[in-house]
Structure formats: structure tokens, C-alpha cells
T-cell receptor, first 117, second 111 residues
Framework: AQSVAQPEDQVNVAEGNPLTVKCTYS??????LFWYVQYPNRGLQFLLK??????LVKGSYGFEAEFNKSQTSFHLKKPSALVSDSALYFC???????????????FGDGTTLTVKP | NAGVTQTPKFQVLKTGQSMTLQCAQD?????MYWYRQDPGMGLRLIYY???????DKGEVPNGYNVSRLNKREFSLRLESAAPSQTSVYFC??????????FGPGTRLLVL
């Protein structure tokens, strides 16, 4: 069975400071990893994904994530946080085996990021 | 290109009533999903459809039924609503790039 853990319910940072939102995962095979963002009263939006290749993945809005196979982690990062980055962030994992599109992704419980001016 | 659309946006039901949540996507995606989102519990998969004509149970299918009407539409039905089904429901589809496109959600309150 696959699983995702987001160990922090809430992350608070000051505007302009770097931010990290943590994610660890467990899958039986090679992972496909995703980050999504949810703004209040909206659906989730895709930020970035790791399928294969370079361990540092760049995504939307200046976010990036680093895949670390030995630590089974996929932490979301941004060098300089903005107040507008305040939202709920979800990490998701899917086993690379099986049908790429229909395979079931497992989502973490989410981390609320608050960026203060 | 509207992406994934859901209706209604908000609904109040009494215990025992039935209703159908509608979802449609205009991206020609094969796979579609229904999730519920509850505080502190993240997203839980209710049902999914890998392609037109097929549906499969997710983590929490009890109390729900689905219909993949055609490639565009995937509906979720509550036959006899219960207060435990109060939640926010999201429909999603999955394209060739491998990630989900989510609809705006339906907020359901069961009294």
C-alpha cells in the first residue's frame, strides 16, 4: 500500500523568507510525486510533479521540490515567500507501475501555509 | 475550455433525501474521479472511472453510487443522505501529463 505523510499541519513564515513544506512517502515501486495547492473555496491546482530524471523539479509560481530517494521525501520549497502563497498544500504519490493515468494517487492530509507580511 | 465543472456549488439536504452531483470535463480525458474533503482528513477517493464504461471503488465508497454517462460526464449519487456525508466533494480528471485537474467543488450539508 502507498502512503503520504505531511508532518506539519501548519507552516508559518515571514514574507521574503524561504519556505519549506515537508512530505514523505511510501510506495512499493518507483514513485510518481505531485504537489497541489488549494486556495480558499477553490479546487486543487497542480503545482509540480516528479516522474523521473532530475531530482530538483521546478513548477508554477516559483515553487520547486526536491526528490530524495534515500529519505523518501519530496519537500516543497520556495526561496522567497509571498503573502499570496498562503494556502493549503497537498502532496500526492502514485506507484509508477500500472496505468499511468488511471492509477490511484494517495494524498496527504495537507499543510496550511501562512505567509505574514 | 472550461476544464472540470461541477453542479451544484452548494446543497442542503435532509437525512434520507437523495441527490446527484454532476461533473463534466471538456479536456477529452479518459480518467475521472470523485473525492471528498473533510477537515484534518485530506482528500479521500470515493469512486473513479478509468475510462468510459468502467467504474471502480475507492477508499470510501459506502453510501455512494456513480455513473460514467459518457467520456465527458461522471456523476455521483447519494441515495439516502446521512449527516456523515456532510463534506466538500471534488470531481477530477486525469490527462496524459499524469496529474489531476480538479473542479471547484460542491459543498454538501446534510441535516
Amino acid at each position: 500500500a502507498q502512503s503520504v505523510a505531511q508532518p506539519e499541519d501548519q507552516v508559518n513564515v515571514a514574507e521574503g523568507n524561504p519556505l519549506t513544506v515537508k512530505c514523505t512517502y511510501s510506495v512499493s515501486g518507483n514513485p510518481y510525486l505531485f504537489w497541489y495547492v488549494q486556495y480558499p473555496n477553490r479546487g486543487l491546482q497542480f503545482l509540480l510533479k516528479y516522474i523521473t530524471g532530475d531530482n530538483l523539479v521546478k513548477g508554477s509560481y516559483g515553487f520547486e521540490a526536491e526528490f530524495n530517494k534515500s529519505q523518501t521525501s519530496f519537500h516543497l520549497k520556495k526561496p522567497s515567500a509571498l503573502v499570496s502563497d498562503s494556502a493549503l498544500y497537498f502532496c500526492a504519490v502514485r506507484d509508477s507501475q500500472g496505468n499511468t493515468n488511471a492509477g490511484k494517487s494517495t494524498f496527504g492530509d495537507g499543510t496550511t501555509l501562512t505567509v505574514k507580511p | 475550455n472550461a476544464g472540470v465543472t461541477q453542479t451544484p456549488k452548494f446543497q442542503v439536504l435532509k437525512t434520507g433525501q437523495s441527490m446527484t452531483l454532476q461533473c463534466a470535463q471538456d479536456m477529452n480525458h479518459n480518467s475521472m474521479y470523485w473525492y471528498r474533503q473533510d477537515p484534518g482528513m485530506g482528500l479521500r477517493l470515493i469512486y473513479y472511472s478509468a475510462s468510459e464504461g468502467t467504474t471502480d471503488k475507492g477508499e470510501v465508497p459506502n453510501g455512494y453510487n456513480v455513473s460514467r454517462l459518457n467520456k465527458r460526464e461522471f456523476s455521483l449519487r447519494l441515495e439516502s443522505a446521512a449527516p456523515s456525508q456532510t463534506s466538500v466533494y471534488f470531481c477530477a480528471s486525469n490527462g496524459v501529463r499524469g496529474y489531476r485537474y480538479f473542479g471547484p467543488g460542491t459543498r454538501l450539508l446534510v441535516l
